[in-house]
């Protein structure tokens, strides 16, 4: 099977191109080679290739700067994602596109479905929606897979941001009233070739359970903690929503995505969030003592 990423430089791109470069026909993109905001790069790169799948794991992902971007957001997130399908229409090619549960507003407060109305509350969420959209009515054949707070070693996340903090300073928060599902990209490459041949529309991928981003930090800790790591400070304390005065983008207060479907057409459960947290950190900063 030939393979095409897109995004390779990227968190998780570069996470699917180490996974799948010995086990299929594997090339990859990165920003550097491939500029979405650039139609005629895309045409010229892609035109030319001969490929089976190709996989868009990049994106405009800045959140606040979105809001002041909104032009470059949408050109990126939707119309670059809507010429990627025109190019894998034309090549009997799948495209499989990565998106995100920012397109939910977070008032549900139970996992969303795949079916479930997406209303975006930034500019980010209304340029991913938008490339969606426009993925999806370009080829039934196409894949959208929806991801939440993704993390994995290949560019720093949440996750490192904390127990940066946790080493050099004595004071860590985060916030205790947001919640969702930390995925993580090795197994999101796992999970992925489950569903190369499925023509299922919209699809979640997330490792199971939900947590608070302090939740999510304080387990971190606790794994740094098993696996001796160094820390200053071993608690995480509570912040709002409301607290952060900072943001210019609003984000959804509950996005936890159910992956039902996903187990009913693969017959596999993901692993817990917890056991791909600690399963990071053995592997990425137990060494680092």
């Known amino acids: 099977m030939r393979i095409v990423i897109l995004g390779a430089g990227g968190r998780l791109g570069a996470a699917l191109l180490r996974e799948y470069q010995d086990k299929f026909d594997a090339t990859g993109f990165g920003h550097a080679q491939l500029d979405l905001a650039k139609r005629e790069q895309i045409q010229e790169k892609l035109s030319p290739l001969k490929f089976d799948i190709l996989i ?7 959140v606040d700067l979105s809001e002041s971007k909104r032009n470059e957001a949408f050109a990126i997130n939707a119309e670059a994602p809507r010429l990627l399908a025109e190019i894998c229409r034309d090549k009997n090619a799948k495209l499989i596109h990565f998106s995100t549960d920012y397109v939910f507003d977070g008032e549900k407060r ?8 997406a209303n975006p509350i930034s500019v980010y969420g209304e340029s991913k929606r938008a490339g969606e959209k426009l993925v999806l009515q370009t ?6 897979l929806r991801v939440s707070w993704v993390f994995g ?19 860590v928060e985060a916030i205790a009233d947001k919640w969702s599902t930390p995925t993580y990209t090795r197994d999101i490459a796992e999970m992925l070739p489950r569903v190369f041949d499925v023509d299922a529309g919209i699809l979640h991928l ?3 359970g939900k947590c608070t981003w302090q ?4 387990h971190a800790l606790y794994c740094c903690q098993r696996f001796g790591v160094p820390l200053k400070t071993k608690t995480v304390g509570a912040l709002q929503l409301a607290d952060m005065k900072n943001w210019v983008a609003r984000r959804p207060a509950y996005s936890v995505l159910s992956t039902g479907k996903y187990q009913a057409l693969t017959g596999t459960t993901p692993r817990p969030w917890r056991d791909a947290v600690a399963d990071y950190i053995e592997r990425s900063y137990s060494k680092k003592k």
């Open 56 to 62: 868009n794991a990049a994106a405009f992902t800045n």
């Open 110 to 117: 139970q996992p969303y479905i795949e079916d479930d109305a």
């Open 139 to 144: 080829s039934d054949r196409h894949l959208v």
């Open 153 to 171: 070693p290949d560019r720093p996340s949440f996750v490192d941001a904390m127990i940066t903090r946790a080493r050099d300073e004595e004071k």
């Open 206 to 208: 997330a490792n199971s």
């Open 215 to 218: 939740e999510y930090a304080q």
